[in-house]
């Protein structure tokens, strides 16, 4: 499990299963690109306005990250789903019997969801898998670019472009080549 397909499909899963902290944790993962423990910190407030509606963004690690629409449609469905059992000022990844997910379980946990979900073992599926998709999808979107490479070195929060490059699993391109013969693949 490691595009962002893959993840949306599991979210997707999870919801329809009633896992819906662990859908959100998910679906929020492969969108923020934050550390697991910080985005496990997030409560509901942080997503709904006190008249029940969804934000345009939220704010992690002082950064002001905004809210896609598949965020915005799958965090309202449900809170409005659990309203009456949560307020605003509760932590919004719980489990099924509202324990607060934390760091200490969740890649065994999630592992366990989704052998359940679809009878696979994903041995690369870890708290980190959400930050590392996201940041995968962000290269491949710009074509493995050298300088998004230095940009999320900084986002992520990583000491060198070695150690982002071991996170991702993937390096850049070296250079762009210019060709003169384009015409020919016409």
């Not at 896992?19 to 910190?41: M, R, W």
């Not at 760091?103 to 073992?121: C, H, V, W, Y």
């Amino acid at each position: 499990m490691r595009t962002i397909t893959d993840f949306l499909k599991f979210s997707n899963e999870l919801y329809l299963n009633k896992y819906f902290g662990e859908s959100l944790l998910v679906l929020h993962g492969i969108s923020f690109g934050v550390k697991i423990g910080n985005q496990l910190k997030l409560k509901w407030s942080d997503f709904i306005t006190e008249k029940g509606k969804v934000k345009n963004f939220i704010v992690v690690d002082n950064r002001t990250i905004p809210l896609n629409n598949k965020c915005k449609v799958l965090t309202i469905k449900v809170y409005k789903l659990l309203q009456d059992k949560i307020n605003l000022n509760d932590f919004i990844y719980t489990n099924k019997k509202g324990i607060i997910l934390s760091t200490s379980n969740l890649s065994k946990d999630l592992k366990r969801l989704a052998q359940k979900l679809f009878g696979i073992e994903y041995n690369d599926l870890t708290a980190s898998s959400l930050e590392k998709s996201w940041a995968l999808s962000i290269i491949e979107h710009n074509g493995y670019d050298k300088s998004i490479f230095i940009y999320l070195k900084d986002y992520l929060g990583k000491k060198t472009m070695a150690e982002l490059i071991e996170f991702v699993g993937v390096k850049p391109k070296e250079k762009n080549i210019i060709c003169f013969d384009l015409i020919d693949y016409k």
